[in-house]
């Protein structure tokens, strides 16, 4: 079998003198064991408890069971599982010689690495984040970690095996999360924490979603969107399984194909789920890039979401937006690469642009028909309607979140912002259709969400905290003029300071973790994207994260309850 190089130890005290029950026993080399004697026979663990790490020689033991003084936890002495509380202890094989018990203290990579994945999986199932988490670093400490967190591989194929809906929040944060720690913006153990709780809440009690995978017919990508119009989700998700079954690991173009024919179309048809429908397809593709072996589950997970997405733009607010859809289908050929091929798009074009696209959805499609008629890229005009969706932002109106009438809150601007970011990562993969209806898409978005904005600016204000000043005192009124202050070399710089707060502490509830994360991340990157960066994205992500908001009101739940079931009255909304 294949282990470690590790020897056996003698323990130092004879069998003989070894008492039945419960004991601390050391080797010669001082190592600590909690050995339990049961008549003739040993048994050997480690005397750390994996709960908390108190000596579990100071527990007892009683008819095989050995329970941790310290909080009950009860393990098998016959193997080391958990019979009660979380996680299993190591135990080592033993045997008597000379008169003394010699512990085998190799480890059997392949058998701990099972052990480790199926008690991540049994904590995961039970909502116990911190025993993920400590399984987690188990697991990774005992891989030599030269790729991704083989941790992470675990959560990322238990979520896309659970999420009873498809591909979902806690899997698009790990994605956020992995790329913050290879930039050194969040320590693995930290990032692993936020993923293990986001995964432990959302996905416990839950067994494994049915999976399809039966074909009817042949697997083609164009397959896939054909499926999705008529609602055959099941035929969908086997045909996305079967093409990323044939999938080799690595084979980015082949997945760029399948990405051009079978994912965009359907998503060009509609912004879905609130954009959600394109964010988690850039989502997707990335976690494929970084668990490939994992990519039939994640391919299947997505279809299954686009599935059950709402189709936004097929609401009947939505009415420009369809008009816009039929006239850029009408266009001929429009660049899709070089946001310089149209010379007419110059900064002042763009800000016109902008300035359309904030003013509301009609405008904004208006403006984008016009733009895609004189040859601007869609990239360009994506790009732009990500900074005027970065400007409608930085200026939510937080009383939104306050009115028990309404069901309006930071999170529904948000996506705003990390639509374009996603549609940006996406283009070069996208038909001229797909790109054309994306910009339609991204500025529409932005135009329709124009009564989210405050009616007045915030009063300046005179004092020039720091950024961490201002986080620790989630000082709202300090944002805009702190955003405006950083220098442009210094941004970058600023959202590796914030995004540990965004992932860990600014919110409680799951979704808006997920949000915060994802949107500071969307900033950066677009900061990284656009040449004409200013303040807005950085501003942005400060309006996510600094403000305490209410993630859950009672009051609000009644209110809308009781307008539903008393008046048949929806929420207020932004359309
Ligand atoms: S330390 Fe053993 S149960 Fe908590």
Redesign the pocket.
């Known amino acids: 079998m294949p282990v470690t190089a590790r020897s056996s130890l003698p323990l130092l005290t004879p069998f003989a003198d070894i008492p039945q029950g419960c004991s601390l026993q050391k080797s010669e080399d001082g190592q600590r064991f909690t050995c339990v004697r049961e008549g003739e026979a040993v048994h050997v663990l480690a005397d750390r ?6 000596p ?1 020689s100071q ?1 007892e033991a009683r008819d095989g069971t050995l329970t ?6 009860k393990f098998d002495v016959r193997t080391g599982e958990c019979t009660f ?1 979380g996680e299993g202890v190591r135990r080592f094989p033993a045997s008597v010689a000379d008169g003394r018990v010699h512990v085998d203290l190799r480890v059997d990579v392949p058998a701990e690495r099972a052990r480790l994945r199926a008690s991540m999986a049994r904590a995961l199932q039970s909502g116990d984040g911190g025993a993920v988490l400590r399984d987690g670093l188990r697991l990774d400490q005992l891989e030599e970690l030269e790729g991704p967190s083989p941790a992470f591989g675990v959560l990322v194929e238990f979520a896309a095996a659970r999420t009873p809906y498809g591909f979902d929040h806690p899997l698009a944060t790990m994605t956020d999360l992995l790329s913050w720690v290879e930039r050194g913006w969040l320590a693995l153990p930290e990032a692993l924490a936020v993923a293990a709780e986001l995964a432990a809440e959302d996905y416990a009690y839950l067994g494994d979603r049915p999976v399809h995978a039966e074909l009817e017919g042949e697997a083609t990508a164009q397959a896939i969107p054909a499926a999705l119009r008529v609602e055959a989700r099941a035929q969908a998700e086997a045909t996305a399984r079967a093409l990323a079954r044939e999938l080799a690991p690595g084979d980015a173009a082949s997945l760029d194909a399948l990405t051009r024919e079978g994912l965009l179309p359907y998503v060009g048809d509609h912004l879905l789920g609130y954009g959600h429908g394109l964010i988690y397809t850039d989502k997707t593709r990335d976690l494929i890039a970084r668990f490939p072996e994992a990519r039939e589950a994640l391919l299947g997970a997505l279809i299954v979401r686009q599935g059950w997405h709402t189709r936004e733009t097929a609401l009947p607010p939505w009415k420009r937006t369809r008009e816009g859809y039929a006239a850029v289908d009408a266009l001929g050929p429009t660049p899709n690469t070089d946001p310089a091929s149209a010379p007419q798009w110059s900064p002042e074009a763009r800000a016109r642009y902008e300035q359309a696209v904030l003013a509301s959805e009609a405008a904004a499609v208006d403006a984008t028909l016009e733009a895609l008629g004189q040859g601007v890229a869609p990239r360009a005009l994506v790009l732009a309607s990500a900074h005027a969706a970065a400007i409608r932002l930085a200026r939510f109106d937080p009383s939104w979140e306050r009115r028990p009438e309404a069901e309006v809150t930071v999170l529904d601007v948000s996506h705003a912002l990390t639509f374009p970011d996603a549609a940006l990562a996406l283009l070069p993969l996208a038909s001229d259709r797909d790109a054309r209806r994306f910009a339609v898409q991204a500025a529409a978005f932005v135009g329709k969400l124009h009564k989210s904005d405050r009616s007045e600016e915030p009063p300046a204000s005179e004092a020039t905290p720091s950024l961490e000043e201002v986080l620790r005192r989630r000082d709202a009124d300090a944002l805009p003029s702190l955003a405006r202050r950083v220098p442009a070399a210094e941004r970058p710089a600023a959202y590796a300071r914030l995004a540990p707060f965004a992932a860990g502490e600014t919110f409680v509830r799951p979704i808006f973790t997920a949000h915060a994360v994802k949107v500071t991340e969307a900033c950066h990157r677009l900061e990284g994207v656009d040449d004409q960066a200013d303040h807005a994205y950085l501003e942005a992500a400060l309006t996510m994260v600094v403000p305490r908001r209410t993630e859950r009101s009672p009051k609000r739940q009644a209110t809308l309850a009781l307008e539903m079931i008393e008046h048949s009255r929806p929420p207020k909304g932004l359309y």
């Open positions: 408890c994996p709960h908390q790490g108190y579990l527990g941790c003084a310290w909080h009950n936890w509380g």
